[in-house]
């Protein structure tokens, strides 16, 4: 979801679903399951009907995703338009915050169980090792450059949102046992910023100086999402978005938009070992206003995007695609006229068009063997889940004291349980996607 300036491979992005959002993890708070900034939930085993899927994080997840594809394609043009590059940074802000806020909120029920661990490595890491090598391919059939080697431990591009989401998903037990998990996070975020020796490997620097917004994410609870979904907040939100973009226009000549991606060391970028700490807490601050405002403006009705919402993750890592065939085959500066304002208009319509054809449910079942791989044959049984099928397909232990009635009467007794058991697996499952 970040992408660096020109020339650089690696981009941070989700959705989502949650990336991958939700999808290594069943959602909380009865709501049904959500796509990663982060892909859909697998299905979980039989139960009663679970509550209407709340349409609001859907949406939200829709419209963040549609962010990050034209931020991405921005980048290709922004050069020499102040006003363009003020939008990219006001954006680059709070799109992943609010990627990575949600997946820890929609995180908070993971406790290491077998069926949650095997949605982890089906729901993440097989589409990270697809797409990291697809990526890496694309890359050289489109540069020419086939000396470029394939590096399971250095995210390419995107793909180090589905890394981050694995590990900060693996770490949420140690959260939740922690005293004071957010100033913990914190202090992991500063440390990471002023360190060098955190190197590239999974993109670590990345990872723990997003690691906040996680935690926040897994402290929160329905009635804070509340908050930001009154009229109060929508009404807040308007002046909190000019005014915030007001002030990007006046410091985006000197910004550094390294800031922005959070993928360096402080010494990487010249600066004062200080202003690490400094511009860490004052970016967290402003995401975090600036999440909320974006919260309060998302329609909490069912709209004709809000069924894309549950397929961010295609979106995500297919835009790619797009962005970096512009990027290797220099489109932009054959084609100067996508430099000027009309281009510009004409490449975010394109883009937020790609994204939403990506998101819609033909192509997610198209790539439903990588983003939703089923791979039974790679995982043990899980008792509890074998169990629990073994009781619901069991027959009715009889009465005591009932004899068994002769002949026809008796056939008909058990053929209705059956049909009454029948009927209530149905109705159980009904709740389900």
Known sequence: M??????????????????????????PHGVDRAARPGGGDAAGSAGPARKARDPFFDNAKYLAIVLVAIAHSWELVMDGSRTTRAVYMVVYTFHMPAF???????????????????????????????????????????????DRSLSLTDPFYLTWFLVALFLWRLSVPLWRSLKYPLAVSVAVAVTASLSPATGSDLDLMRVLQFLPFFVLGLLMKPEHFDLVRRREARIAAVPVLLATLLFAYWIAPG???SWFYRASPVEDMGMAWWTAPVMLVLLTGCALVL?????????????WFTALGAGTITGYLLHGFGVKALDYWHVV?????????????????????????????PVRRALRWVTEPRMDWAFKEDPAEAAAARRQTAPAAPQPGRER?????????????????????????????
């Open 405 to 433: 009635q002769e002949g026809h009467e008796g056939h008909e007794g058990r053929d209705e349980a059956a049909v009454s058991r029948t009927l209530q697996l149905s109705r159980a499952g009904g709740g389900r996607d």
């Open 333 to 361: 500066d054959r084609q100067d006229w996508l430099a000027s304002p009309a281009g510009r208009v004409v490449l975010t319509v394109a883009a937020a068009t790609v994204v939403t054809l990506a998101c819609t449910s």
């Open 2 to 27: 970040f992408q660096a300036p020109h020339g650089n491979p690696k981009t941070p992005l989700p959705p989502v679903e949650d990336p991958a959002s939700a999808a290594a993890n069943p959602p």
């Open 291 to 303: 999440t909320a405002a974006f919260l309060a403006l998302v329609p909490q009705r069912r709209t």
């Open 255 to 257: 910004m550094k938009l």
């Open 100 to 146: 990575i806020l949600v997946s820890g909120y929609f995180s908070r029920s993971f406790a290491g169980r077998p069926d949650q661990v095997k949605r982890l490595l089906t729901g993440l890491v097989v589409p990270y090792l697809v797409f990291e090598t697809a990526y890496t391919l694309f890359a050289s059939w489109a540069t020419g450059d086939w």
